[in-house]
């Protein structure tokens, strides 16, 4: 609409693909989530499928089956996911707990009190309602620790696909300042318009897979990405087809981020062969209360 268009915030959106929010939120409002994180850790309980020493290739398939059912239906839960190499074949932590997660999902914004807050704070409501979305509906979130991994460009919409596309934007608030050296977001400015080339999709039950990648991802230009170092408590709105990376973390310090993705729900279709499905104990929730 024409009203939208007045704000350079918005314009600088639509062109770039991507917008940077400083002090979007305060410094306790992220001390508040990272506080709550530490009380989830504590009281985590390793999965079962991380906890199994196999002898023979079937019981390798079975803890492979495990963990894929784990991560499938995680979509309405608190679940963890880990980084490779940090437990023992008996599900013992060979790296303190908090350092051994890569992250949490994909339930924190309707499960857990604070994270839920922050979702639908009013700030969060009225950026939706700039953005001109008008039945936004909050698909999936998770806390990101990023301790050493290098995630590989891609985009949001290969995940999270819709019927059309265009319709999902991913919130995603530093709880630490992000920089170059701990791994903070790169962007190619304006690649959100070419729609998508690679899609993950449930994989036909009985496959040896959870999910299967169709389509390739192009191989892009380095030079094209640009950083977004960011302060605590800014925010990265991030269209669903942009293409993003973050970089190795190879500092000494711990990146936390806590993200979450919108779909504007009005004239869309969630894709039926995303690994991510809304079940009767949590359809997408309305991100406006």
């Not at 979130?141 to 991913?170: C, N, W």
């Not at 504007?264 to 039926?272: D, F, N, P, Q």
């Amino acid at each position: 609409g024409a009203c939208l268009e007045q704000s350079p915030h918005l314009f600088q959106f639509h062109k770039d693909g991507f917008l940077v929010l400083e002090q979007f939120f305060s410094a306790e409002e992220c001390d508040s989530m990272r506080r709550q994180i530490q009380r989830i850790v504590a009281e985590m309980e390793v999965p079962p499928h991380c906890r199994t020493a196999f002898s023979t290739r079937e019981e390798e398939q079975l803890q492979a089956q495990g963990s894929s059912d784990y991560f499938l239906t995680s979509g309405d839960k608190i679940r963890f996911f880990f980084e490779k190499g940090v437990l023992d074949e008996k599900g013992n932590f060979l790296v303190p707990k908090e350092r051994s997660i890569s992250k949490i999902g994909h339930a924190l914004h309707a499960h857990d009190p604070v994270f839920k807050q922050i979702t639908h704070s009013p700030k969060v409501q009225e950026l939706g309602r700039k953005l001109g979305l008008e039945r936004p509906v909050v698909v999936q979130s998770m806390y990101i620790f990023k301790s050493f991994l290098a995630v590989t460009p891609h985009q949001d919409a290969t995940f999270l696909h819709t019927e059309p596309l265009g319709r999902v934007v991913g919130f995603w608030i530093a709880l630490e300042d992000a920089t170059q050296e701990n791994g903070c977001l790169w962007f190619i400015p304006g690649s959100h318009t070419n729609g998508i080339t690679r899609r993950m999709v449930r994989a036909a039950s009985g496959a040896s897979t959870c999910v299967e990648f169709v389509g390739s991802e192009p191989a892009y230009d380095d030079k094209q990405f640009i950083p977004l170092p960011i302060s605590k408590g800014g925010l990265i709105l991030i269209h669903g087809e942009v293409v993003h990376k973050s970089e190795l973390n190879s500092s000494e310090s711990s990146r936390h981020a806590f993200t979450f993705h919108v779909m504007e729900a009005k004239g869309t279709t969630w894709s039926k062969e995303n690994w991510l499905q809304p079940t009767p104990e949590l359809p997408f929730p309305s991100l406006y209360t």
